[in-house]
Structure formats: C-alpha cells, structure tokens
C-alpha cells in the first residue's frame, strides 16, 4: 500500500494539471511505500530516447510525443538519490500523468519499469485530474494494482 498526505495528492495534481496536455512525471522519496517528499523531474522524453527501445517504436515513431511518453533523465534521478541520502530517505517510487488517457500502464510504462519501484498514474482529461491508481510490477514483470492509502 503506497502512503501519501492530501498536500502531496496536491501537489501531485497540480504538476498534472500544469503540465498539460503533456504528461509529467517525478520521484516519491520515503521509506517503506510511505511518501514523505514529492520530487517533480522534467520530462525529458525525445523519439531519440525511444529510438533506443525499438520494440517499443509504434508504426509511426514521429506519431509519439510528450503527451503520451515521459522519462526522466538519468542525471535527476542521481540528483535525487543524493537528496534522499542526506534526508535518510529513498526512491520509493515513480509517478508520471496520462493526459486524455486512463490511469492504467501503459506497455510503454511497463517496459521502462523497475521492481522495486511504485508507479503512480494520474489521468488528466481537459486539464483536471479525475483520478490517481497506484501500481507495482510482480514477478512476472506485469503490472498489479497496489492500495493507495491517504493519511492526514
């Protein structure tokens, strides 16, 4: 069950919303599947970044676009990781929107994703959130949904 606050919620839907129609993304930094900061990252997606997936490449590569990739370059995730160790913290997980689309990975999202991590969807349909699923690679490399828990 991944933990977060209502203020975090907020600041979650905010980047989405801000962010729009492009999808955003960041790092949940805690302990324990319990969010204590919110790290927002740019969205540093290019075709060349995808270029290197080419099982991932659709029919028409020039067809995909920030408004339905993300990624986070390697050197802010460092940037985090060297944060989260001088506050006792870590990466615990991983969030990014999909603008007009449902909160459900992607094949994409499943591709790039790490075990270790939860992953955070928030839909954004005409700028507004209407909803946020938090999600979890199993054993066999397929997304289960995970419990989001909201603690005051």
Known sequence: MLSLTPSQIEQLITQAQTCYPE???????????????????????TLEFSQGMPELLPPNPQAQSRHDRFAIAPTA?????????????????????????????????RVIAWDIYSYLILSVENQQVTTYRSWQLDGDRQFQEEPIQINS
Do not use: F, M
């Not at 999808?23 to 997606?45: A, D, M, S, Y």
């Open 23 to 45: 999808e955003c993304c960041g790092l949940l930094l805690g302990h324990n599947k319990t969010v204590r900061e919110i790290w927002p990252t740019e969205n540093t997606w």
């Open 77 to 109: 995730i460092l940037k985090a990781q060297k944060y989260a160790r001088t506050q006792d913290l870590a990466i615990i997980g991983i969030y990014h929107s999909h603008p007009d689309h449902p909160a459900i990975p992607s094949e994409y999202d």
